[in-house]
Structures are given as structure tokens and as C-alpha cells.
């Protein structure tokens, strides 16, 4: 660790672009303060994995992490889109926001569709393609080639390359690099601790830059989807973004000092300081859930001969929770009288808030549910 060396700066005419050195290779792991924070990683991520053997319709509390997931990384970016927005129906989101909706909601499908092509395809530079070919499809970045490395320059930071904060290696590079990547992703003939592994690689490929938009939406969900593929976590129920977009000058100026000082050991401590206290908060959430869950239940059975239709509605709101009466008619089947009826019984009960104020077409909230999110 102490002897790394993150690369060089190339000189291609009119600016200097960094060539970053191979990961794939021994790496020796000798920060003592280092080891203790990656003990402690390791503790927090084995607590939190076990609530996906333990909670049942886990399934529906991770459609909701991944929501927030893609608010916070799609925000790190500039994207406005709040979770409550995120909820909504496309047609009944503002033409001036409907642009940020959309990439959040395929930052949504690329991580679902992620997690299901990990079942075919391995941890591999394809399934990172495929990935961000969803990620851009149909959204402000469609024109900057979806799917396929970039094959010109690119810059982070700066109105142009002359004043750019940092310029990635050229594009003929890319190929060999990311295989590099790979390699060291798969490389099971030197061991090396998963969460180091992770964290070295979601370095590299924000320094690699592969893409030419999207790339710091696919680095960090790929956090997820390695942790998956290497049976870490069982389910996708863990997300760095919202820590990194609280500490965003942090994590901007971790990365680069990883470049410009070789000081990869700070991002590595900044990157398990992110993963233990994400764990953490996970827990903790998934116990409000628990408890929340209970007590709506509870509640609702005082609503008598409606109880079971309410039960079907509080299911769904699990895992969406904004809906209109519409919707309740197609979950439990009653009429519009009816489903109308079961809206103010669940407002008595403070399970459903009308967010619309007054409008026609009411939308309503799991309010509680939603605030455990944020």
C-alpha cells in the first residue's frame, strides 16, 4: 500500500492526459488502522446481510432502497429528482423535470437488470456495457454512445480540456485497461479482501473514465452489483450513494488525491468509513421497517370488514408507496365508493397523507414509510 503508485501524466500536445498503473498485482496490506476499519466493515456488512435471510418480502424494502439508491446517485450529478418525485407516474411529472425523472428511473431499471444479468453473465466489462447502454437509453446522454467505451477524449471538471481539474487516459487505452480491471476483479491466485478489492476498482474505473457520460452512476453501482456477484451480500441491500453525495467534497477529493499524491490508503479509509456506517443505517432502517410493518397491521385490523382489503393496500405501499384511488381499486377490486372509504379509514390511521392539496386527481403517501428513507 505504502509503495503504490497511481500513474503518470502523458503529454498529448496541447494538454496532459493520466495513464493510471495496472491493479491487478500483489497488493500488501500493511496500515494497521486500515486492517482495523476493514474488521469492522466486515462486522457491520455481516449484520446487515442477515436481514435478507430473516425479513420477509425482503424483495419489497429493496425496490425502495434502490429508489433512493438512484435519487442520490443521479443527484451527486446535478439530477434535482427528489424520492416523491421519483414515485410518480411519468405523465404527472413537470415537462421541466420530466428529464431528471427519467434518469433516475433508468438508474432504477440498470440496476435491476444489472442484478438479473449477474445470474448469466460474470462481474465482466460486458455486463458493464450493458449496464450503462440502460442507464442512457433515451436520456439527455443517448447521444454519447450507450454501451460502447468512448473513442475520444474526455475531462472531469473545467468548461473545456484546457482548464479541466483532471483528464483520463487516452481511448486506445481503455480496452486494456478495464481488462486489467477485470482481471483483478476474478484474480483468486493472491487474496485480497473483497471490500479493498471493491474499493480499488471503483477508483480505477472512475480514473479509467471508460464512458463518455455516466460514468460516476455506473462506478457506484457497481459497488452493489460486486458485492452480489462475490456472495458478500446475498441481496443488493447495500448503497453507498447517499454517503458519498453527504460527503461529496470528500469523496471528489479522495479520488484525486489517490492520483495526484499515491495516497490510495485515505480513499480506502474514507471508502470503509462510507460502507460501515451504511451498514449501520441499514440496520437500523430495516428495524424501523419491521416495526412499522407491525404496527399498520395492528392497526388496521379496528377497520373491521374492510381490514383485509386495507391489508392488500399496505402491501403494495411497501413497495410503492404513493398511490391514487384509481390504483386502489385495481389492488383490492372494489368500487371507486369503496376504495374511497378505504382512504379515509388509512388517513385516520396516519398511514395515508394526500400530497396533492386538493387537486382533482389526489395522490397520498405512506408518509411514515417515506420518512425512513431520508
Known amino acids: 500500500m505504502q509503495n503504490f503508485k497511481s500513474g503518470t501524466y502523458i503529454n498529448q500536445g496541447y494538454y496532459k492526459s493520466f495513464q493510471p498503473t495496472n491493479i491487478n498485482k500483489k497488493w500488501v496490506l500493511d496500515d494497521m488502522e486500515l486492517i482495523h476499519l476493514l474488521s469492522k466493515a466486515d462486522r457491520q456488512l455481516g449484520r446487515l446481510d442477515m436481514y435478507s435471510e430473516h425479513i420477509p418480502d425482503i424483495d419489497l ?52 437488470n444489472a442484478i438479473e444479468m449477474l445470474g448469466k453473465l460474470p462481474f465482466s466489462s460486458r455486463l458493464i456495457r450493458e449496464t450503462h447502454k440502460t442507464l442512457l437509453q433515451g436520456v439527455r446522454g443517448e447521444h454519447k454512445l450507450p454501451g460502447v467505451f468512448r473513442t475520444s477524449q474526455n475531462w472531469i471538471g473545467g468548461a473545456s480540456i484546457d482548464d479541466a481539474v483532471f483528464i483520463p487516459p487516452v481511448h486506445t487505452s481503455i480496452n486494456e ?44 453501482l457497481l459497488i452493489t452489483l460486486y458485492l452480489v456477484d462475490k456472495d458478500i451480500l446475498k441481496k443488493p441491500i447495500l448503497y453507498l450513494s447517499d454517503f458519498f453525495e453527504r460527503n461529496k467534497t470528500l469523496y471528489y477529493d479522495n479520488l484525486m488525491k489517490a492520483r495526484t499524491h499515491d495516497d490510495i490508503v485515505q480513499w480506502l479509509k474514507f471508502f470503509l468509513v462510507g460502507v460501515i456506517e451504511t451498514a449501520k443505517k441499514g440496520v437500523e432502517t430495516f428495524d424501523a421497517i419491521l416495526k412499522l410493518k407491525q404496527n399498520s397491521e395492528l392497526n388496521i385490523q379496528t377497520l373491521g370488514i374492510r381490514a383485509n382489503n386495507a391489508q392488500k393496500i399496505i402491501q403494495y405501499l411497501f413497495k410503492h408507496p404513493m398511490l391514487d384511488v384509481d390504483k386502489i381499486v385495481e ?12 382512504i379515509n379509514d388509512l388517513e385516520e390511521l396516519g398511514i395515508l397523507k394526500e400530497i396533492t392539496g386538493g387537486k382533482r386527481d389526489k395522490l397520498f403517501t405512506f408518509d411514515s414509510y417515506l420518512n425512513l428513507f431520508k
Request: hydrophobic letters at 35%; charged letters at 25%.
Open 177 to 220: 485497461l478495464m481488462g486489467d480491471l477485470e482481471n483483478f476483479a476474478h484474480n483468486t491466485e493472491v487474496y485480497f479482501p473483497d471490500l479493498l478489492k471493491i474499493a480499488i476498482i471503483h477508483y480505477q474505473f472512475e480514473t479509467i473514465h471508460p464512458f463518455l457520460d455516466g460514468n460516476g452512476r455506473v462506478g457506484r
Open 331 to 342: 389492488i383490492t377490486e372494489v368500487s371507486k365508493r369503496t376504495a374511497y372509504h378505504l
Open 61 to 112: 424494502f429493496i425496490s425502495m432502497h434502490v429508489l433512493k439508491e438512484a435519487t442520490q446517485s443521479s443527484k451527486i450529478e446535478g439530477t434535482q429528482t427528489n424520492m416523491e418525485e421519483a414515485l410518480l407516474d411519468k405523465k404527472d411529472v413537470s415537462h421541466e423535470n420530466r428529464d431528471d425523472w427519467e434518469e433516475v428511473q433508468n438508474y432504477i431499471s440498470a440496476m435491476h
